[in-house]
């Protein structure tokens, strides 16, 4: 199971590497596009045709690529209120286990149903009105989110396995900690 947080890991240094410059940059073309048109609309009386297409096309990956970079972070939304009312660590690693295990599982039914929508815009072939910017772009950020998502969620589920199995809790917390890569 080392070996397999070791594969995450080096996966991991190689995703965190493309997608946090990525979101970077699409931040702020998302920004600069939003406040240009802004601009043109209301000073200058001249609204820009087709920039709400590139603006959505890059807020949907956007999006998309955040979310992927809070699920590595685990810093999405959760509600584990478990450690609450339980304070036996094996019992809260197992809750957090089944956790887990639903969430990748729905990851698997998002990674299908994704593919087949951007299966279904390649097919369909269908475009952006101004600049004929194929759909499926703006729909491959679905596909290409869930399955990161899937990469860092068996991350998550070996690193809680080797905490429920052998029951260190704090070599493996480490452990997961260690597998992401500092910004």
Same mark, same amino acid.
């Given at each position: ?26 931040? =702020? ?6 406040? *240009?048109?802004?601009? $043109?609309?209301? &000073? /200058?009386?001249?609204? @820009? ?52 295990? =639903? ?6 039914? *998002?990674?299908?149903? $994704?593919?087949? &929508? /951007?299966?279904?815009? @390649? ?61």
């Amino acid at each position: 199971m080392h070996l397999i947080l070791s594969v995450l890991s080096a996966i991991d240094w190689v995703l965190y590497r493309l997608i946090y410059p990525l979101v970077v940059l699409l931040s =702020i073309a998302v920004a600069t596009m939003v406040a *240009f048109g802004v601009f $043109s609309r209301e &000073l /200058l009386d001249q609204p @820009v045709f087709g920039l709400e297409e590139l603006i959505l096309l890059a807020a949907v990956w956007l999006y998309m690529l955040g979310a992927v970079l809070a699920s590595r972070d685990r810093s999405h939304l959760s509600a584990d209120f478990v450690q609450t009312f339980v304070k036996n660590p094996r019992i809260v690693h197992g809750f957090h286990l089944f956790a887990i295990a =639903i969430s990748l599982v729905m990851a698997a039914f *998002f990674t299908t149903w $994704s593919f087949d &929508l /951007l299966a279904w815009g @390649v097919q369909r072939g269908q475009a952006t009105t101004v600049f004929q910017i194929p759909l499926y772009l703006s729909q491959a950020s679905l596909f290409a989110a869930s399955l990161m998502f899937i990469v860092y969620l068996l991350r998550d589920l070996v690193t809680e396995l080797l905490e429920f199995i052998e029951g260190n809790h704090d070599q493996h917390s480490q452990m997961a900690e260690d597998t992401k890569i500092e910004g």
